[in-house]
């Protein structure tokens, strides 16, 4: 078999697990909570013409990206939960695609041993794997933008320009080009006019699009078909969004350290098992495997040493500095990986939980780049084992989506929302107030057909001016007083008073 087909056939195979991994929680009402139902929302509104957002509704921060790439597949197959989530199976296949193609090309590696580099990516541990596929606005973005800022490294202009848009998006993002940046530091040393040329023309550019976008701010519908921007709200830029979340507290470092260690790295090893359902996944199947943490830790140990004995060393070593080489390129994600962890457990000011961990999905570069890094040592005994490493740690991880497929296959675990609008339709509603974590899934479950405003994280104007006119109940989860369930767990309460109600625009 000549190279090129071999990078095809393991192109092929990367693109097979991605699947594996992504399409269970495109079944609807596996992983789908309000902010995706918000996302679905405002990609019907744009696909029908009724609204063109710039940011996520209600915030001035958090480019509508994912909306817009699932407007074009809702206007050809409907408003639904399937077609809100192909672009982000796309952007995953993309993402290890890239990967797989940049460590062949620029480490010279064999096809194979690149996509062994990329199987932390293609199979990472299942809670963090899911929220890969979930649609919040950018939580797999940032991992693909990380790919294409490393091939746009050397081209200052396009670098810039494609920065400045991507932070808008997700502002993730500036830690990659923190760690290029810090890269291109090292190995320009003794060349620094063409460097602060460079990263002068890539700031330029950056300042450009981050104005650019600014500017299409006031033009868009911000809270839902016919609304306009307003600060009544939320109203914070990307910039701002960034300051808000940086809390530099030393003296909570030695707790969140114990917390860093105790759960979440195990966690994003796929070290710390229980059930799915407790990371929020619609199942009754478990997750996670004993021992995988050490296990994880260890091979990343392995690759960063094998890592160090394939570095040049002598007369070998001792190269002209000039622009960033694609043998950098484990450094580079290890640097964002570590970096990403070191910046969500010690700066960001979110807790440490597992309904924060997309904020540190960056660190699944860290085990890739250490293996990537360890597969560029030529002894083969080396490579056989952190290759074989890999690959039982992949089918781990993989054995959890397997299982969770199966389950969707012979029958679910039920999702009582789906119900409730069933329920809710044939009683005839096509109005009512929610409580923020049911009204926009409600919304989207059904097409719109039922209309759910929200009393708080208010986000579609249009709900709300429906609601306010009728003498229409409240419907939420759990409890409420005066109140009936008539789905598990889903309550249809009394009127709210107007003082409980968002202001009508």
């Known amino acids: 078999m000549s190279r090129r087909d071999a990078l095809f056939l393991c192109l092929a195979i ?5 699947l594996a991994r992504t399409v269970p929680f495109m079944a609807p009402g596996v992983r789908f909570d309000a902010d ?17 957002p710039v940011f996520f509704y209600g915030q001035s921060y958090l480019l509508a990206v994912e909306a817009y790439l699932a407007a074009p597949v809702m206007w050809l197959v409907g408003p639904t939960e399937v077609a809100l989530k192909l672009p982000l199976l796309a952007m995953n296949v993309a993402t290890v695609l890239l990967l797989v193609w940049r460590a062949h090309r620029d480490l010279g590696l064999a096809p194979w041993l690149a996509l062994a580099g990329a199987l932390p ?10 929220r890969l596929m979930d649609a919040m606005g950018g939580n797999v973005e940032p991992l693909l933008y990380t790919l294409v800022l490393w091939t746009l490294r050397a081209r200052p202009w396009a670098f810039g320009l494609t920065l400045g848009v991507f932070v808008a998006h997700r502002e993730f993002t500036i830690l990659a080009a923190a760690a290029i940046g810090a890269l291109d530091l090292w ?10 040329r460079h990263w002068a023309v890539a700031a330029a550019c950056l300042v450009a699009a981050q104005l650019s976008v600014g500017a299409l701010s006031s033009h868009g519908d911000m809270y839902g078909p016919g609304s306009a921007p307003r600060e009544a709200f939320v109203n914070l830029s990307a910039r701002d969004a960034i300051a808000a979340q940086i809390c530099l507290t030393p003296s909570t470092w030695p707790d969140r350290g114990r917390e860093l260690f105790a759960s979440h790295l195990p966690l994003m090893a796929g070290g710390l098992p229980g059930p799915m359902m407790d990371v929020t996944i619609s199942s009754g199947m478990g997750h996670g495997n004993p021992g995988l943490a050490p296990w994880v830790l260890a091979l990343i140990l392995a690759g960063l040493v094998c890592g160090v004995m394939a570095a040049p060393r002598g007369p070998a070593a001792e190269r002209r500095p000039g622009a960033i080489p694609g043998t950098a390129l484990p450094g580079y ?13 010690f700066v960001a000011c979110s807790q440490l939980t597992q309904a924060t961990l997309r904020y540190d999905l960056l660190l699944l570069f860290l085990p890739s780049g250490a293996v990537l890094a360890g597969l560029c040592w030529p002894v083969p005994a080396a490579r056989a084992g952190l290759v074989t490493a890999t690959m039982m740690w992949a089918g781990l991880n993989l054995s959890d989506y397997l299982a969770l497929a199966h389950e969707i296959r012979t029958g679910r675990w039920p999702d009582h929302r789906g119900e409730a609008v069933r ?17 926009y899934v409600l919304s989207f479950r059904s097409q719109e057909r039922l ?3 929200a009393l708080t994280a208010h986000r579609v104007d249009e709900y709300a001016r429906l609601a306010a006119v009728r003498d229409v109940p409240f419907v939420k989860q759990g409890v409420c007083a005066g109140g009936t369930e008539f789905v598990p767990d889903i309550w249809l ?12 625009y």
Request: charged share 15%; with cysteine; aromatic share 6%.
């Open 423 to 439: 329920a809710l339709e044939a009683q005839g509603y096509d109005t009512l107030w929610g409580d923020a974590r049911l009204a």
């Open 333 to 345: 994600l290890v640097t964002v990986g570590a970096l990403s962890t070191l910046v969500y457990s």
């Open 187 to 196: 190995h320009r040393r003794g060349a620094l006019l063409p460097l602060v």
């Open 451 to 453: 209309t759910v405003a």
């Open 14 to 18: 990367a693109t097979l697990l991605v």
């Open 493 to 504: 309460c009394p009127t709210p008073a107007p003082a409980e109600r968002p202001p009508v």
């Open 36 to 52: 995706q139902a918000v996302v679905g929302l405002m990609a019907k509104h744009i696909s029908e013409g009724r609204a063109f």
């Open 121 to 130: 990516i293609a199979l990472p541990a299942f809670t963090p794997g899911s």
